[in-house]
């Protein structure tokens, strides 16, 4: 079942600025963890390491682009996260539970199909968004979030102090097309900035949670 219309989001100027703020500071997009999907993430290692709620994106990091569907594969680790963090998982998303987002339509649908709340926010990323320590009732440095970009979701946690996880996407195939066409450059220049020693920001939960 695909999802709702995809829609026009407003545009988001802060994000644009923010490509050259990465460009210039490289560690910005360098992640925590790497894995392939949710299986390599070991959410009570997280928890032992001091995180009190986990943050998703939501396509090609649980469902393939625009579905409502998680991915077979990966089911029995998002109901392995939903064991060890109850209500401290969420999606996060820059259309649904935004303003774009009419009566949070998008966002209940996701929240129906998928059992996991989306976070009713004002502000896009990578701006900061104060409905996330609003809804965990802890700092950003206390939670993880899990997604599948480089410059957005890796890149928008480490700026904000988060804890920061990334995973590969499962398809390249019916996404939005800006995202299909800048993916490869992402992951190119990631590489040659781990080339040259680039690293993820300093957080407490990294010596722990290895």
């Known amino acids: 079942m695909l999802f ?5 989001q407003s545009f988001n100027l802060a994000g644009v600025n923010f490509f050259f703020s990465i460009l210039a500071c490289h560690s910005l997009a360098i992640p925590h963890i790497e894995a392939r999907d949710l299986r390599g993430i070991n959410p009570e290692r997280l928890l032992n390491a001091g995180i009190k709620g986990v ?25 392995k996260f939903k064991r060890t963090f109850g209500r401290n998982v969420i999606i996060l998303s820059n259309s ?10 998008k966002a209940e649908g996701i929240e129906k199909a998928l059992g996991i709340h989306v976070l009713r926010h004002e502000q896009k990323k990578p701006g900061r968004i104060p409905e996330l320590e609003d809804y965990f009732g802890c700092k950003l440095l206390e939670l993880v979030i899990i997604g599948d970009r480089y410059f957005t979701d890796v890149a928008y946690g480490n700026r904000h102090g988060m804890f ?29 900035w781990r080339n040259k020693r680039a690293i993820a920001p300093e957080h407490a939960a990294f010596g722990i949670y290895f």
Do not use: C, W
């Open 55 to 79: 943050v998703f994106d939501k396509d090609n990091t649980l469902t393939e682009p625009y579905k409502l569907q998680i991915v077979p594969e990966i089911a029995g680790a998002v109901e």
């Open 96 to 105: 649904a539970g935004t303003l774009d987002d009419y009566n949070s339509e």
């Open 164 to 192: 920061t996880a990334h995973v590969q996407p499962f398809t390249n195939r019916g996404g939005n097309f800006a995202v299909r066409a800048i993916r490869p450059l992402e992951t190119e220049l990631v590489n040659l």
């Open 4 to 8: 709702f219309e995809r829609g026009m």
